[in-house]
C-alpha cells in the first residue's frame, strides 16, 4: 500500500506569496492531521479532520493559516501570505477510525518562506 | 495539561552499545504509548506501540519499551546499536477518548563508531 504521499516535498517562495501544500491519506483513514515541525517548537498540530471535517483547528496560528479536505483522498494546507516565520517541515499523517490507532505520517513538505 | 516528556536533547553511544531514551507523560486517564523515529529529513516512522497488556513492547529494528504505570514512564532501549539507528526519536500519548497524539520534544541521537 502507498502510504501517506505529500506534495511538494520542498517549496521555496517569497514573502507575500501563496503558499499550497498537498497531502493524500492512505485510502481508508478516516483522520487526518496536519503538522508543523520547527527547532524551535518541535511537532505541532495544527488541524484534524474526521470523514472530511474539520474537528480542531485550534493549533492554526493565524488567520494566515487555513485547510480544506474535499475528499477522502485529499487535502490542502494554505498559507495566504507567506511569512518567514513560516517556514518549517510540515507533516501530514492519517489514521483509521479508533483513538489508538496509529498514524501514519508522510515524508513532509519543507517550507522555505524568503 | 497533558504532556510528554523527554528529558534528554542529546544522547550519543558508541557502536555496539547499549541504549536507554527517557519518556515520562503526565498523569490521566488510560494512556496509549508510542515510539516514532525520524532520520533526517524523512517522515515519523513508528517503532512501537503500547495499548495494554504486557507492559514490554518489542519493536522493529531490535527495540523495545516497557510501560511503568507507577513511574509514567515508557523508556526506549536497544541492547546493542548500530550506525544506523542515528536519528531523532519521539516518544508520543494518546489518551483514551482523545484523538490528539501528544509529542515529547525528541531526542536527537548519535553514534559514535
Known amino acids: 500500500d502507498a502510504g501517506v504521499i505529500q506534495s511538494p516535498r520542498h517549496e521555496v517562495t517569497e514573502m507575500g506569496q501563496e503558499v499550497t501544500l498537498r497531502c493524500k491519506p492512505i485510502s481508508g483513514h478516516d483522520y487526518l492531521f496536519w503538522y508543523r515541525q520547527t527547532m524551535m517548537r518541535g511537532l505541532e498540530l495544527l488541524i484534524y479532520?474526521?470523514?472530511?471535517?474539520?474537528?480542531?483547528d485550534s493549533g492554526m496560528p493565524e488567520d494566515r493559516f487555513s485547510a480544506k479536505m474535499p475528499n477522502a483522498s485529499f487535502s490542502t494546507l494554505k498559507i495566504q501570505p507567506s511569512e518567514p516565520r513560516d517556514s518549517a517541515v510540515y507533516f501530514c499523517?492519517?489514521?483509521?477510525?479508533?483513538?489508538?490507532?496509529?498514524?501514519?505520517f508522510g515524508p513532509g513538505t519543507r517550507l522555505t518562506v524568503l | 495539561a497533558q504532556s510528554v516528556t523527554q528529558p534528554d536533547i542529546h544522547i550519543t553511544v558508541s557502536e555496539g552499545a547499549s541504549l536507554e531514551l527517557r519518556c515520562n507523560y503526565s498523569y490521566g486517564a488510560t494512556p496509549y504509548l508510542f515510539w516514532y523515529v525520524q532520520s533526517p529529513g524523512q517522515g515519523l516512522q513508528l517503532l512501537l506501540k503500547?495499548?495494554?497488556?504486557?507492559?514490554l513492547v518489542q519493536g522493529i529494528k531490535g527495540f523495545e519499551a516497557e510501560f511503568k504505570r507507577s513511574q509514567s514512564s515508557f523508556n526506549l532501549r536497544k541492547p546493542s546499536v548500530h550506525w544506523s539507528d542515528a536519528a531523532e526519536y519521539f516518544c508520543a500519548v494518546v489518551y483514551s477518548g482523545y484523538n490528539k497524539l501528544i509529542f515529547g520534544a525528541g531526542t536527537r541521537l548519535a553514534v559514535h563508531p
Open positions: 479532520f474526521n470523514n472530511n471535517v474539520p474537528i480542531d
Open positions: 503500547y495499548f495494554s497488556g504486557d507492559t
Open positions: 499523517a492519517s489514521r483509521r477510525q479508533g483513538g489508538t490507532d496509529t498514524q501514519y
